[in-house]
Protein backbone atom coordinates (compact mmCIF):
# COMPACT_ATOMS: atom_id res chain seq x y z
CA UNK A 1 0.00 0.00 0.00
CA UNK A 2 2.99 2.35 0.67
CA UNK A 3 4.44 1.86 -2.05
CA UNK A 4 1.85 2.48 -4.48
CA UNK A 5 1.10 5.92 -2.17
CA UNK A 6 4.46 6.79 -3.05
CA UNK A 7 3.95 5.68 -6.69
CA UNK A 8 0.98 8.05 -7.03
CA UNK A 9 3.21 10.79 -5.67
CA UNK A 10 6.22 10.51 -8.09
CA UNK A 11 3.37 9.75 -10.97
CA UNK A 12 1.56 13.16 -10.27
CA UNK A 13 4.94 15.04 -9.65
CA UNK A 14 5.96 13.79 -13.66
CA UNK A 15 3.33 14.40 -15.10
CA UNK A 16 2.93 17.92 -14.20
CA UNK A 17 6.47 18.45 -14.43
CA UNK A 18 5.89 17.34 -18.35
CA UNK A 19 2.56 18.99 -18.59
CA UNK A 20 3.81 22.49 -17.17
CA UNK A 21 7.27 22.25 -19.36
CA UNK A 22 5.26 22.16 -22.12
CA UNK A 23 2.97 24.64 -21.60
CA UNK A 24 5.70 27.00 -20.63
CA UNK A 25 7.75 26.12 -23.19
CA UNK A 26 5.20 27.85 -25.67
CA UNK A 27 5.24 30.81 -23.82
CA UNK A 28 7.62 33.91 -24.38
CA UNK A 29 10.90 33.80 -23.50
CA UNK A 30 11.81 35.49 -20.67
CA UNK A 31 8.31 34.24 -19.00
CA UNK A 32 10.60 33.15 -16.14
CA UNK A 33 11.93 37.13 -15.39
CA UNK A 34 8.86 38.48 -15.66
CA UNK A 35 8.28 41.18 -13.10
CA UNK A 36 4.64 42.45 -14.37
CA UNK A 37 2.64 40.68 -11.15
CA UNK A 38 -0.45 39.71 -13.36
CA UNK A 39 1.68 37.62 -15.32
CA UNK A 40 3.34 36.08 -12.26
CA UNK A 41 -0.08 35.61 -11.08
CA UNK A 42 -1.68 34.01 -14.09
CA UNK A 43 1.17 31.68 -14.32
CA UNK A 44 1.65 30.48 -10.97
CA UNK A 45 -2.22 30.33 -11.23
CA UNK A 46 -2.55 28.43 -13.36
CA UNK A 47 0.44 25.66 -12.14
CA UNK A 48 -1.11 25.66 -9.05
CA UNK A 49 -4.40 24.55 -10.71
CA UNK A 50 -2.42 22.08 -13.14
CA UNK A 51 -0.98 20.39 -10.16
CA UNK A 52 -3.99 20.64 -8.08
CA UNK A 53 -6.12 19.10 -10.17
CA UNK A 54 -3.45 16.22 -11.12
CA UNK A 55 -3.42 15.20 -7.55
CA UNK A 56 -7.28 15.18 -7.21
CA UNK A 57 -7.78 13.14 -10.18
CA UNK A 58 -4.72 10.61 -8.76
CA UNK A 59 -6.66 10.81 -5.23
CA UNK A 60 -4.53 12.02 -3.25
CA UNK A 61 -5.48 14.34 -0.37
CA UNK A 62 -4.96 18.35 0.63
CA UNK A 63 -1.96 17.96 2.18
CA UNK A 64 -0.41 15.50 -0.08
CA UNK A 65 -1.23 18.34 -2.98
CA UNK A 66 0.13 20.95 -1.50
CA UNK A 67 3.50 19.46 -1.07
CA UNK A 68 3.89 17.85 -4.88
CA UNK A 69 2.54 21.89 -5.63
CA UNK A 70 4.85 23.45 -3.87
CA UNK A 71 7.44 21.12 -5.20
CA UNK A 72 6.81 21.65 -8.88
CA UNK A 73 6.16 25.19 -8.55
CA UNK A 74 9.57 25.98 -7.07
CA UNK A 75 11.45 23.78 -9.27
CA UNK A 76 10.04 24.09 -12.74
CA UNK A 77 10.69 28.47 -12.01
CA UNK A 78 13.83 28.28 -10.62
CA UNK A 79 12.33 29.74 -7.35
CA UNK A 80 13.77 29.00 -3.54
CA UNK A 81 10.81 27.19 -1.67
CA UNK A 82 10.46 30.56 0.64
CA UNK A 83 9.23 32.75 -2.61
CA UNK A 84 6.80 29.31 -4.06
CA UNK A 85 5.19 29.19 -0.23
CA UNK A 86 4.54 32.67 -0.35
CA UNK A 87 2.96 32.89 -3.49
CA UNK A 88 1.13 29.82 -2.87
CA UNK A 89 -0.19 30.78 0.34
CA UNK A 90 -2.19 32.71 -1.78
CA UNK A 91 -3.59 30.74 -4.06
CA UNK A 92 -6.29 29.04 -2.15
CA UNK A 93 -8.12 32.13 -1.68
CA UNK A 94 -7.49 32.86 -5.29
CA UNK A 95 -9.08 29.60 -5.88
CA UNK A 96 -12.41 30.21 -3.60
CA UNK A 97 -12.59 33.58 -6.00
CA UNK A 98 -12.63 31.49 -9.01
CA UNK A 99 -9.26 32.94 -9.77
CA UNK A 100 -9.53 32.31 -14.26
CA UNK A 101 -6.26 30.51 -14.78
CA UNK A 102 -6.63 28.33 -11.45
CA UNK A 103 -9.79 26.63 -12.98
CA UNK A 104 -7.69 26.85 -17.05
CA UNK A 105 -4.98 25.48 -15.54
CA UNK A 106 -7.04 22.54 -13.88
CA UNK A 107 -9.09 21.66 -17.10
CA UNK A 108 -6.10 21.80 -19.59
CA UNK A 109 -4.07 19.86 -17.56
CA UNK A 110 -6.60 16.66 -18.44
CA UNK A 111 -7.34 17.59 -21.34
CA UNK A 112 -3.38 16.80 -21.83
CA UNK A 113 -2.99 13.79 -20.57
CA UNK A 114 -6.28 12.58 -22.30
CA UNK A 115 -5.39 13.75 -25.85
CA UNK A 116 -5.41 11.65 -28.82
CA UNK A 117 -3.37 13.74 -30.63
CA UNK A 118 -0.20 16.25 -30.70
CA UNK A 119 -2.65 18.56 -32.05
CA UNK A 120 -4.94 18.32 -28.78
CA UNK A 121 -2.06 18.02 -26.54
CA UNK A 122 -0.21 21.03 -27.97
CA UNK A 123 -3.65 22.72 -27.84
CA UNK A 124 -4.26 22.01 -23.77
CA UNK A 125 -0.51 23.30 -23.43
CA UNK A 126 -1.31 26.54 -25.51
CA UNK A 127 -3.78 27.52 -22.40
CA UNK A 128 -1.25 29.63 -20.93
CA UNK A 129 0.22 31.36 -23.91
CA UNK A 130 -3.58 32.32 -24.31
CA UNK A 131 -4.48 33.73 -20.75
CA UNK A 132 -0.96 35.98 -21.23
CA UNK A 133 -2.01 37.12 -24.73
CA UNK A 134 -5.35 38.65 -23.06
CA UNK A 135 -3.14 40.02 -20.29
CA UNK A 136 -1.06 41.74 -22.54
CA UNK A 137 -4.17 42.82 -24.15
CA UNK A 138 -5.64 44.34 -21.21
Known sequence: MHKDHEEKLEAVTKMALQFLGEAIGQCPA??????????????????????????YVAGLDEEEAAGIV??????????????????????????????????IGGRAVISFYNSVSEGEKMSAAGSLQEILRQIDEA
Open 70 to 103: EAVVSRINGMDKESAKRFLALMPDLARKEYPPIG
Open 30 to 55: GLESSTNRDIVFAVLGFQYGAVQSAA
